[in-house]
Structures are given as structure tokens and as C-alpha cells.
């Protein structure tokens, strides 16, 4: 089979980006040096193209998981520039397509189960998509913003504005243009670069599956240092429309953390969260899983495992039972249908039920440790 024609635009911009990274770059910081300032300076562009991408590209505009303030939307656009890859409304088409056929070899666009090469970088290489390149059909919401629609339209001068014009102007202000250009605008976009592709193909390789295993996403909280929080994926591939990748409060996830700090700004609203007691679930459906998988071979199987499934069982039902009376509390507090909510029958049944639901999640999980 006759392979895609290759996109010499693309492969040019990768090919001669990386080379002047890895030879002129450092061969300019051996005989000439960067200071603190335009280290400091290229830092902070990574971290701006970055959350352009996680916050604004990925979170707010593919999963429509919070909605935002035009200036906001502005400045992820401008960003979104700086990182080269390509319009608002491309990189959403194409990572809805992504989420809603992955790891399809014939209809994902980076499909994992293609290899590491292709998922990371080969599938921009080719015209592997060519039918549907400019098919929208699945971002006709984002069609409504304008801010998407006048980057998408002025895209090719804003992106040369922002990744010539920034570090020109940088270079000119600090005194060194060849150092800003090669720091800021080479350095700063191979990095901007791999970091965000390490998404596609790394968070699809290397990791946990804590939630599902229906596809090939991955949690690693190690990855998620280099995606801005992004590495938590196996959540993020069974819940897409959570604000948050990293749940937890120890997860790092600085796009979290910015998302959630500009609605204390008013910049945010309406950020979407799936319950707990969904979340808690599905990790404990993915445990009991695994489990039963591990005890398989193991002798008295059969009856481990019918011991595994009652112990499973009944945690769910004391779940269940504890966050229909919690919603029934929180509803109780709200609308003050109860007179003293906090010395009401309803809480002491709260009470009651979360004692007895800490019990046995403590139960269950002495039980998975001790069989596996």
C-alpha cells in the first residue's frame, strides 16, 4: 500500500528546529553563554505556550470543561500561536476525532496502537487525514467564538508575529538577538513542542490504568511534570470533561490550578467536575478487575474470586447508600429545609453510613492486598 505524501512543510519545521536546538543552541551557551534574564525569559514563554495549549486548546476549547472571559481566550489564542500546532479549530478537530475514535488506527488521528514514532510526531508527517483536513464538522460550537475564529483566519501571521516578533523584540530590548531567537524562539518551541506530543504518545505507553483500560491512556504523575498536568490521561480519557486531570490535591496539575485561580479572578466559570462517587467507582470496578485477572491462576480461584465479588458488592451498596444521603444533606443545607441541619436525623444517618462505608473500603482493600 502506497504510503501518504509526506508534508515537507512540517517535516522541515521539525527537522530544522531540533537540529538547531541540539547543536546551536548548546554550542552558542559554550562559546557565548545566556544569561538569567533570557533563561528566565524562555522559561516563562514555555510555561505561556504550554498552558496555552493545556488550559485553552485542550481543556477549555476540545472538552468545553469550564468557560472562560474573552480576554482569557485572547491570551491562549496568542499562545496557542507561539506554540505552532497549528488553529484553535484544527487542534479540536482533531482531538475530538481523537477521543471519540481512539486508538481506531483507521479513524484516530494519532492513534497510539500505530507506534510510539507515529502517535508522537509521524502522524503530522503525512498526509494521513488529507480527506478530512479541513472538515469542522465536529467544532461547530467553536465556530459561535470569535476570538477561534479570527485566529484560525489569521493564523499564519499571527504565528510568525509571535515567534519571530517576540524574541526579536526580547533581543532588541535585552541587547542579544541572536541568543533570543535561538533561546526564546528555537529552544523554547522544540521544547513547547515535544512536551505537549509526549501527551499523544507517552501518556498512551507509559503508566497506570487506575480507571479503564478500554484504550491505551495512561495516569504518570512523573509525565504530568513535563505537560503541565497533563499526564494524569487514563482519568482524563474515561472523564474528558473534568477541568481537572489531577484530581487529588498532591496530583500536579498546574492547568488545574490556573483554571481554578482565574475563576477567583472572574476570568472562569461553570468548571465541571465529575462526583466522587463516579470517580470511586471506576477505580474500584478497574481493581476488582485486575484482581480477579491475578487470582485466575491462583488455587481456590474460584472460590477467591466469588469472595472478591460479595466483598465488591457490598462495598457499592454501602456507597450508594451513603451518597444518596449525602446529596439529601447538601440539598437539606441549601434550600434549609430542616431547621438544624447539623442535629438533624438526617445527619446521624450520615454519620452512621460513613462510618460504616470507611469500614469496609478498608475491608476491601486489606482483601485486594492480601489476594494479590
Known sequence: MKKPAIIWLNVMIFLVTFLFAVIAVPYRAITHGFDATEITFAVMCFIYCGMSITAGYHRLWSHKAYQAHWSLRLIFALGGAFALQNSILHWSSDHRVHHKHVDNNDKDPYSAKKGFWFSHIGWMCRKYQDDRYDDYANVRDLKKDAIVMWQHKYYIPLLLIMNFGIPIAFGLWHGDIINSLLLVGVFRLVMSHHTTFFINSLAHIWGTQAYTDKNTARDNGFLALFTFGEGYHNYHHIFENDYRNGIRWWHFDPTKWLIKSCEWLGLTTKLRTIPEDKIEKSRLAMTLKQTKAKLVSCPNAEQSIA??????????????????????????????????????????????????????????????????
Open 307 to 372: 469472595y472478591l465479588q460479595q466483598e465488591y458488592d457490598l462495598l457499592i451498596k454501602k456507597m450508594n447508600a451513603y451518597y444518596q444521603v449525602r446529596k439529601a444533606l447538601i440539598t437539606a443545607k441549601r434550600e434549609k429545609v430542616v431547621a438544624d441541619v447539623e442535629k438533624s436525623e438526617l445527619m446521624a444517618q450520615y454519620q452512621d453510613l460513613k462510618q460504616h462505608l470507611i469500614a469496609q473500603r478498608k475491608s476491601w482493600y486489606l482483601l485486594t492486598e492480601k489476594l494479590t
